[in-house]
């Protein structure tokens, strides 16, 4: 008897080691199922980006990017207009006014019209990524200019300024008009914007260097001139001694400059990020210290060449992010900005 049960007991382990071994088995097909699925899913993402997409078969190129109604975007639509032109396509321009939904409906007005591609300062980083997919799957490339998005491989190219560069470069200069030392405010851009931390990030690398400098108030008016004039009104009245001020872009400049000059405060030395004619007017008036030119037109300009020739060879030789330097505007060259295009 008790032969039998040894006999049975063994009987019983080996079924149970033989069921956990199909167990064992099936999962571990499953896991390589699984991670032949994976694999087959990265390659079709990969054939995908690498695919060369032809346009849609018209000769349009669309431009669309925010309201017209800033000079910036204008100027950037106008020139990205011109040299498609010149390059012999016919042109649709339209504006997103910073809106998602209306810039998807521009999209699929673009896929409609067959456009052969896309030039787009966008309106969102995460917003944008489907409308740009959507327009691939149309087989329609898009180039994007001033603002990234979220995403690689689905635009052709993305070519912005070099904030960092461009802010670093304009703090230099303020740092030698202010003689290395003194009370300074910063205005910053919006928090929610990724230029407005690189910008101050870039200023404060030059500064910080110096023990001479005081920074004695720290806001944000989000790149709006009157909050810039508002928020420099409050300063002032706590800070009345202050030597300068940081700006993340032109329009916080002008706003500050204005409420300094309300206040008999004429010797503030003051900078900005951007280029326009407003503050190259203040900066030949001796009332701005400089500013750093984003070459919007010349990154328009850039999108669309890069379009003529991906359409015409099926490459634009160049990586898809791209980076553009800023230049340096002061009083010894601001004759040579006009309209955010710098002549040598």
């Not at 071994?21 to 999962?27: A, E, F, L, R």
């Not at 899913?41 to 925010?66: A, D, F, H, R, W």
């Not at 910036?72 to 040299?83: D, G, I, L, M, P």
Request: net charge negative.
């Amino acid at each position: 008897m008790k032969g039998l049960k040894k006999v049975l007991a063994c009987g019983l382990i080996i079924s149970m080691v033989a069921v956990m071994s199909v167990g064992c088995g099936s999962k571990s097909d499953d896991a390589k199922e699984e991670t032949k699925e994976e694999t087959k899913t990265e390659e079709t993402k990969e054939e995908s980006s690498n695919e060369v997409l032809k346009g849609g078969g018209s000769n349009i190129i669309y431009i669309i990017t925010p309201s017209h109604s800033n000079p910036f975007f204008k100027t950037e639509a106008v020139q990205a207009e011109a040299k498609a032109k010149e390059l012999g396509y016919e042109v649709k321009s339209a504006s997103h006014d910073d809106d998602a939904t209306k810039q998807s409906e521009l999209f699929d007005n673009a896929i409609a019209d067959k456009a052969a591609a896309i030039i787009c300062d966008n309106a969102g980083a995460d917003a944008t990524v489907e409308a740009v997919q959507k327009a691939r799957e149309a087989g329609i490339p898009t180039f994007l200019i001033d603002r990234e998005i979220n995403a690689e491989g689905v635009a052709i190219s993305q070519i912005v300024a070099n904030n960092y560069q461009g802010a670093k470069a304009i703090a230099e200069k303020w740092v030698e008009e202010m003689g290395e030392e003194g009370e300074y405010a910063e205005l910053l851009g919006k928090e929610s914007d990724t230029n407005a931390g690189v910008r101050s990030s870039a200023f404060h690398e030059v500064i910080d260097q110096y023990d001479g400098f005081k920074m004695v108030a720290q806001q944000a008016a989000n790149w709006e001139q009157t909050e810039a004039y508002e928020k420099m009104e409050t300063i002032i009245q706590s800070n009345p001694e202050i030597k300068g001020v940081i700006c993340g872009n032109d329009t916080m400049a002008v706003g500050a400059q204005a409420a300094l000059e309300a206040h008999g405060m004429t010797d503030v030395k003051i900078i900005g990020v951007d280029g326009s004619d407003e503050a190259a007017d203040l900066i030949r008036a001796g009332k701005m210290t400089g500013t750093a030119l984003q070459q919007c037109a010349l990154i328009a300009e850039m999108a669309v060449e890069q379009a003529d020739q991906y359409l015409k060879k099926g490459s634009t030789g160049l990586e898809e992010k791209q980076l553009v330097d800023c230049v340096a505007i002061t009083k010894d060259n601001v004759d040579k900005l006009k309209t955010f295009v710098y002549s040598e």
